[in-house]
């Protein structure tokens, strides 16, 4: 399932300001995949404390718990375009709406620890589709001269949900008394914390009937009419649709759909394209970046921050999310891809050099110095900064321009297969890590950003202003 990259028609290239509106709404429904991607996947960071102490569980077997919707997302976004190719893009929002609303409620009620793990499962599943078909559909519908702007709606709704779910969860927690495990509308905490999705998840539903199927779905299934009135739509009265309709046909007939054969060659089983797409992806998980979105809360009351306000300093790093991701879209098309890249990972090495020397004095009365609770709070916040605006939207940037048109489906599949692992491996690690040494667990994120420097300088090629069939 891929969008249509040849060239529009001339009349294709501007959609009149009363089209523009409605796509700008069709575009912004279809993202709140994206804003459920984010919210689910850092609601947990408000339960993590409460579900140990409920079921009384280590540090690994918590982990895992935290970490196993990982393998429902790697599913979910391996799946996920087959099933939309099969039954629409719609149908597959309105599946992956449905799986939300369930996960949400099971995670509110759990029975045990092990359904609680089931329910994250399938909240994942939904995480991994939504991962595809938001940025798949928006690309679809949208008028050509807007797709990049329209495109980016799906990352901010990401960041978006990630900060609504920790600003959910301190108010609640505010609600709760500051007990995660204090009774809350007949339930603990925590548990209404991973119920409230419910409401988003059901929205998302709901737009999902209030939107078109893509015109490439249709005319793959024989809808021609049909397609052309939705390009209308999108598009406004003053352009040749039978010339669009061809246009979109004659793409989908030359396409090459690309095989997990393709991508083998070189001395190291895949070719060395291959393999850099892998390292961005690894490189991108393994500074540690999802601890903060994760685990932020339980981190800062490992030190001594009162809960609430560890709550809240999670609810502040996700605005700064925001802001990167801000300052990323302004300037990715301006700068180029690699300078960001390399901006990004020097800021990375300051803020976790700083959070590993801030995290290696003993705690006095449960809690850091303040000199150096101070150091850890601010370095956190510059590490979030610099990630966002830099390796958070570039890397995705790159994955969908680096590799050759006749194997770039498949390769993006193993990049972003090889993303999913990477972080599973650094979610279910971390508190074990943490208990045996916090400050080291930081030297290890800060290596790899350190690595990921002569890694971008030496093999990465910057994609900036070069046609996709340029890339080799």
Same mark, same amino acid.
Request: net charge neutral; aromatic share 12%.
């Given at each position: 399932?891929?969008?249509?990259?040849?060239?529009?028609?001339?009349?294709?290239?501007?959609?009149?300001?009363?089209?523009?509106?409605?796509?700008?709404?069709?575009?912004? %429904?279809?993202?709140?995949?994206?804003?459920?991607?984010? *919210?689910?996947?850092?609601?947990? /960071?408000?339960?993590?404390? =409460?579900?140990?102490?409920? $079921?009384?569980?280590?540090?690994?077997?918590?982990?895992?718990?935290?970490?196993? #919707?990982?393998?429902?997302?790697?599913?979910?976004?391996?799946?996920?375009?087959?099933?939309?190719?099969?039954?629409?893009?719609?149908?597959?929002?309105?599946?992956? #709406?449905?799986?939300?609303?369930?996960?949400?409620?099971?995670?509110?009620?759990?029975?045990?620890?092990?359904?609680?793990?089931?329910?994250?499962?399938?909240?994942?599943?939904?995480?991994?589709?939504?991962?595809?078909?938001?940025?798949? *559909? +928006?690309? @679809?519908?949208?008028?050509?001269?807007?797709?990049?702007?329209?495109?980016?709606?799906?990352?901010?709704?990401?960041?978006?949900? +990630?900060?609504?779910?920790?600003?959910?969860?301190?108010?609640?927690?505010? %609600?709760?008394?500051?007990?995660?495990?204090?009774?809350?509308?007949?339930?603990?905490?925590?548990? !209404?914390?991973?119920?409230?999705?419910?409401?988003?998840?059901?929205? $998302?539903?709901?737009?999902?009937?209030?939107?078109?199927?893509?015109?490439?779905?249709?005319?793959?299934?024989? &809808?021609?009419?049909?397609? &052309?009135?939705?390009?209308?739509?999108?598009?406004?009265?003053?352009?040749?649709?039978? =010339?669009?309709?061809? @246009?979109?046909?004659?793409?989908?007939?030359?396409?090459?759909?690309?095989?997990?054969?393709?991508?083998?060659?070189?001395?190291?089983?895949?070719?060395?394209?291959?393999?850099?797409?892998?390292?961005?992806?690894?490189?991108?998980?393994?500074?540690?970046? /999802?601890?903060?979105?994760?685990?932020?809360?339980?981190?800062?009351?490992?030190?001594?921050?009162?809960?609430?306000?560890?709550?809240? *300093?999670?609810?502040?790093?996700?605005?700064?999310?925001?802001?990167?991701?801000?300052?990323?879209?302004?300037?990715?098309?301006?700068?180029?891809?690699?300078?960001?890249?390399?901006?990004?990972?020097?800021?990375?090495?300051?803020?976790?050099?700083?959070?590993?020397?801030?995290?290696?004095?003993?705690?006095?009365?449960?809690?850091?110095?303040?000199?150096?609770?101070?150091?850890?709070?601010?370095?956190?916040? !510059?590490?979030?900064?610099?990630?966002?605006?830099?390796?958070?939207?570039?890397?995705?940037?790159?994955?969908? @321009?680096?590799?050759? /048109?006749?194997?770039?489906? %498949?390769?993006?599949?193993?990049?972003?297969?090889?993303?999913?692992?990477?972080?599973?491996?650094?979610?279910?690690?971390?508190?074990?890590?943490?208990?045996?040494?916090?400050?080291?667990?930081?030297?290890? *994120?800060?290596?790899?950003?350190?690595?990921?420097?002569?890694?971008?300088?030496?093999? !990465? &090629?910057?994609? &900036?202003?070069? =046609?996709? @069939?340029?890339?080799?």
């Amino acid at each position: 399932m891929a969008s249509t990259s040849q060239a529009p028609s001339p009349g294709a290239r501007t959609a009149h300001p009363d089209h523009l509106g409605h796509v700008i709404f069709i575009a912004a %429904a279809a993202a709140m995949g994206g804003f459920l991607f984010g *919210y689910d996947s850092s609601v947990i /960071n408000g339960a993590v404390e =409460a579900i140990r102490d409920r $079921y009384d569980v280590g540090s690994a077997v918590l982990a895992q718990v935290i970490a196993v #919707a990982l393998v429902g997302c790697a599913i979910g976004a391996a799946t996920a375009g087959r099933i939309a190719d099969r039954i629409g893009r719609i149908r597959c929002m309105q599946i992956a #709406a449905v799986l939300f609303t369930v996960s949400a409620v099971g995670s509110a009620l759990p029975f045990a620890l092990w359904d609680l793990a089931m329910w994250r499962i399938i909240g994942g599943f939904a995480i991994g589709m939504a991962s595809v078909i938001g940025p798949a *559909y +928006i690309a @679809e519908v949208s008028p050509p001269a807007y797709r990049g702007r329209l495109g980016s709606f799906q990352q901010a709704a990401i960041v978006i949900g +990630i900060a609504v779910s920790q600003l959910v969860n301190w108010g609640l927690l505010n %609600a709760a008394g500051g007990d995660q495990r204090g009774e809350l509308m007949g339930l603990e905490a925590w548990q !209404v914390m991973l119920g409230v999705m419910v409401i988003p998840a059901i929205l $998302y539903g709901l737009l999902s009937f209030a939107i078109p199927e893509s015109p490439r779905f249709l005319l793959s299934v024989g &809808k021609r009419e049909r397609a &052309k009135e939705i390009l209308r739509e999108v598009e406004g009265k003053d352009v040749d649709f039978d =010339a669009r309709v061809a @246009e979109i046909e004659h793409a989908m007939h030359r396409e090459e759909k690309s095989s997990f054969k393709d991508l083998l060659g070189g001395s190291f089983f895949f070719k060395p394209i291959v393999w850099i797409g892998i390292g961005l992806s690894v490189f991108q998980q393994f500074v540690g970046i /999802n601890v903060a979105f994760y685990y932020s809360s339980t981190l800062w009351q490992s030190v001594g921050v009162d809960p609430t306000q560890s709550f809240f *300093y999670s609810f502040t790093t996700s605005i700064i999310n925001i802001v990167g991701t801000v300052i990323a879209m302004i300037f990715v098309d301006r700068i180029g891809r690699k300078p960001l890249a390399l901006i990004g990972s020097v800021g990375m090495v300051i803020g976790l050099a700083l959070e590993a020397w801030a995290f290696s004095f003993d705690l006095v009365d449960g809690k850091l110095p303040a000199t150096q609770g101070w150091v850890a709070l601010i370095a956190a916040h !510059v590490f979030v900064l610099f990630f966002a605006l830099s390796w958070g939207v570039v890397v995705w940037v790159f994955l969908g @321009e680096m590799f050759p /048109n006749r194997i770039r489906a %498949a390769a993006l599949g193993v990049a972003a297969s090889a993303q999913w692992i990477a972080n599973w491996a650094i979610t279910a690690s971390f508190p074990s890590l943490a208990d045996w040494n916090l400050s080291a667990t930081y030297v290890i *994120y800060t290596i790899f950003a350190a690595l990921s420097i002569p890694f971008v300088l030496k093999f !990465v &090629k910057e994609t &900036k202003g070069k =046609a996709l @069939e340029e890339m080799g």
